[in-house]
């Protein structure tokens, strides 16, 4: 599957996560990805897998990115590149932003039962034990538009 822009999807086209490959070069392709993400926080908005591609996600110059990625890991792998709005680094930052300020939700009336990065969205995902429009509204007026959410609780295994 190509994209209708060549070689960079957009968020919207990209395809489902998921796929069956076996973990060995899967593992070692995305420690390399990674690495080379913590070299450029800035830049680095995550990794997926989506059928046996691995899609790659950058907030400026993709090409020139999944080409350095592509010669780091060799032609075997099987990469294609996503535009992102937001780096993963961000994206961190932002969820741990949010664990820190859970009390002070709570004693609003706004229960947060999880948060976490959503690297194909390239969002932070918040779960709340209820979604309303005034929960949503609040947390999108102090977090802005990164956010997507869900409604659930999570169990302990």
Not at 26 to 45: H, K
Request: aromatic share 10%; glycine share 8%.
């Amino acid at each position: 599957m190509e994209s209708k822009h060549g070689s960079v999807y957009s968020l919207e086209e990209l395809p489902r996560p998921g796929g069956d490959v076996p973990p060995e070069p899967f593992d070692s392709y995305m420690t390399q990805i990674q690495a080379y993400g913590a070299q450029y926080p800035d830049l680095y908005a995550g990794a997926f897998l989506s059928g046996t591609d691995i899609f790659v996600g950058f907030t400026a110059s993709p090409v020139e990115n999944l080409r350095a990625v592509q010669k780091m890991l060799g032609p075997d792998a099987k990469l294609k590149a996503f535009k992102a709005e937001f780096s993963r680094e961000a994206l961190m930052q932002l969820t741990t932003t949010i664990g820190r300020d859970l009390a002070s939700w709570r004693q609003r009336g706004i229960a947060i039962s999880a948060v976490s990065v959503n690297e194909y969205r390239n969002r932070v995902e918040v779960m709340l034990v209820k979604v309303s429009e005034s929960a949503v509204s609040a947390l999108r007026e102090a977090y802005g538009g990164i956010l997507t959410f869900s409604e659930g609780t999570v169990m302990p295994a």
